[in-house]
T-cell receptor, first 112, second 114 residues
Framework: KAGVTQTPRYLIKTRGQQVTLSCSPI?????VSWYQQTPGQGLQFLFE???????NKGNFPGRFSGRQFSNSRSEMNVSTLELGDSALYLC???????????FGQGTRLTVV | QQQVKQSPQSLIVQKGGIPIINCAYE??????FPWYQQFPGKGPALLIA?????SEKKEGRFTISFNKSAKQFSLHIMDSQPGDSATYFC?????????????FGQGTILTVHP
């Protein structure tokens, strides 16, 4: 059974640009959550999607957005990038959002 | 109230030792407590998880102890190996509408010397 797949693995962007990250969950999982990991703030929850609907959202500015498609794949978008957005972005999939969550390898975003 | 406090920040043990990592929480709505292991350059991997109706759970060399009244839980790694050297995170998930929202501790960097 394939795990959670995130693409791309690495990204370098310039301040002010926007970026889109992709996540393919484990087959059969309908919940996808996104997290930002930084050395200073640790792992912080961004948002969760289930059946194409955002059910939960963390305390991040509106520049961070996401969506989920009918096949449960999810994308995360960050607009008007800032230097502080440099982080490892992780997605996790689970069956329903309240059970075991499995993480992908992450996308390392560097903003210069 | 949403915080999960994890200690110690770092831990060094000899091969065969039993490292113990502790976590404490305040939010009584938390009802699912997983532990994750993360190697450099990788995403967190689910190790073991527990719910509050159980005081202890073992899976292989990993054991979670849970104290509901103290709102604390801990991870014990039996017969630790150099390959266990990684960062460990405790986390908590609330029931109800907190879908997918894991609240993580700050992590413990474990080093196991041969």
């Amino acid at each position: 059974k394939a795990g959670v797949t995130q693409t791309p693995r690495y990204l370098i962007k310039t301040r002010g640009q926007q970026v889109t990250l992709s996540c393919s969950p484990i087959s059969g999982h309908r919940s996808v959550s996104w997290y930002q990991q930084t050395p200073g703030q640790g792992l912080q929850f961004l948002f969760e999607y289930f059946s194409e609907t955002q059910r939960n959202k963390g305390n991040f500015p509106g520049r961070f957005s996401g969506r989920q498609f009918s096949n449960s794949r999810s994308e995360m978008n960050v607009s008007t990038l800032e230097l502080g957005d440099s982080a490892l972005y992780l997605c996790a999939s689970s069956f329903g959002g309240s059970t075991e969550a499995f993480f992908g390898q992450g996308t390392r975003l560097t903003v210069v | 109230q949403q915080q999960v406090k994890q200690s110690p920040q770092s831990l060094i043990v000899q091969k065969g030792g039993i490292p113990i990592i502790n976590c404490a929480y305040e939010n009584t709505a938390f009802d699912y407590f997983p532990w994750y292991q993360q190697f450099p350059g990788k995403g967190p991997a689910l190790l073991i998880a527990i719910r509050p109706d159980v005081s202890e759970k073992k899976e292989g060399r990993f054991t979670i102890s849970f104290n509901k009244s103290a709102k604390q839980f801990s991870l014990h790694i039996m017969d630790s190996q150099p390959g266990d050297s990684a960062t460990y995170f405790c986390a908590a998930l609330a029931g109800g509408t907190s879908y997918g929202k894991l609240t993580f501790g700050q992590g413990t960097i474990l080093t196991v010397h041969p």
